[in-house]
């Protein structure tokens, strides 16, 4: 079998190991004879799966008793929404940082709601930028704080999280579980699956439990967290393939030595992949202010677009797929969450290092 480098953003790689088992289990999950996509969701081997999903996140994450774990749909562009439509009481500001793309769309989302006030914004800087999280003027009594732990568009990520007076609302799609967080600086974190967790079609929420219960009883009631934090994430039908995909992943993640053994294990991979730009003689330029370089998303030029795209070309014929940056920046990316290995950035700075031994 050969497996491609996949250096996609998202959806993106997952564990071999948990792929293999998923198959293995495919047809006839725990000698039931049915696949678990073809379980209730209110049986008993579905619910034994939801249950261990359920515990290895809190372990993963640390949790206390105060925090509560739903796995919801809509991905996380459907929390841009629903974390004001929760959290934003009427008369009330909602602080942003606009980092990027993606806390521009949060911000978007939230302005239809209610008050917005954006306290810093980096988006628009190149080489791409993060503000000084700690030295900005939050607004006194707001209803949160709103993040975007790692921008995987520009490659930037945030290193060290402020602690704010309002809760602290954070997107942490692209780099969740990539190292231990302290989860009491925390109101809310959320995650679309697809990038470090599972399949798209899951998102995890994660909610101090007294934040459950401050929507209005007049939103809809598939978008008030009291909805499914209620009823254990199963008020309705969830995803159950791909909560149980996550499941393995989390089961995976533990034997890795859980959040702190990945973030050895991905600075060592980030560190070997920034390596190869700053000994490049700037031909390999990092597209990331260096204290904010992400080591979940990679970003770089070469010297032309021409060159980027011949360098894209000959790395895709060689199986390293997904290297292209995002349409509205260009340049290169690397995605390399948690399953994607150290096989797969040396195989990379391998060919960067050839590449320009001919195109230099
Ligand atoms: C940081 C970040 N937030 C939000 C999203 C949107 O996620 P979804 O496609 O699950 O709505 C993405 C997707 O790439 C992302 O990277």
Redesign the pocket.
């Known amino acids: 079998m050969s497996r491609a480098f996949n250096f996609n953003?998202?959806p993106a790689a997952l564990p071999l190991e948990v792929l293999e088992i998923a198959q293995k289990e495919l047809t006839d999950f725990n000698g039931t004879g049915m696949s678990i996509m073809e379980h209730s969701h209110r049986g008993k081997a579905y619910d034994a799966v939801h249950a261990e999903a359920v515990a290895n996140m809190s372990k993963l994450l640390g949790l206390t008793d105060d925090y509560q774990v739903l796995f919801l749909q809509g991905?996380?562009?459907l929390q841009f929404s629903q974390v004001p439509l929760n959290l934003l009481g009427a008369g009330q500001t909602a602080d942003y940082v606009n980092s990027g793309a993606?806390a521009s769309k949060a911000i978007k989302e939230a302005k239809k709601v209610g008050t917005v006030n954006v306290v810093a914004d980096t988006s628009k800087e190149i080489p791409t930028n993060m503000p000084n999280y700690a030295a900005l003027n939050y607004t006194k009594g707001a209803a949160y704080v709103h993040v975007?732990s790692?921008?995987?568009i520009a490659g930037t990520q945030i290193k060290q999280f402020p602690k704010t007076e309002a809760p602290l609302v954070a997107?942490m799609?692209?780099d969740i579980l990539c190292r231990p967080i302290d989860i009491q600086n925390f109101g809310l974190i959320y995650a679309?699956a697809?990038k470090n967790l599972g399949p798209?079609g899951v998102?995890l929420v994660v909610i101090r439990k007294d934040l459950i219960e401050r929507a209005p009883a007049t939103l809809p009631t598939m978008l008030q967290y009291r909805t499914q934090a209620k009823d254990n994430s199963l008020y309705n039908t969830p995803p159950t393939f791909g909560i149980y995909i996550l499941m393995l992943v989390t089961r995976w993640l533990l034997a890795k030595g859980g959040a702190a053994g990945m973030e050895k294990i991905n600075q060592a991979k980030a560190d070997k992949l920034y390596a190869a730009f700053d000994n490049s003689g700037g031909y390999y330029k990092g597209s990331a202010v260096k204290e904010f370089r992400s080591t979940m998303n990679v970003t770089w030029r070469l010297p032309s677009e021409a060159l980027e795209e011949k360098f894209i070309k000959e790395a895709t014929a060689l199986k390293m797929i997904g290297l292209k940056g995002h349409r509205d920046v260009g340049g290169c990316r690397a995605s390399i969450y948690n399953a994607v290995g150290m096989d797969a950035i040396d195989a990379l700075t391998a060919f960067m290092k050839d590449f320009q031994a001919k195109n230099g």
């Open positions: 953003a998202g991905g996380a562009s993606w975007t790692n921008e995987t997107d799609s692209s679309g697809q798209s998102t």
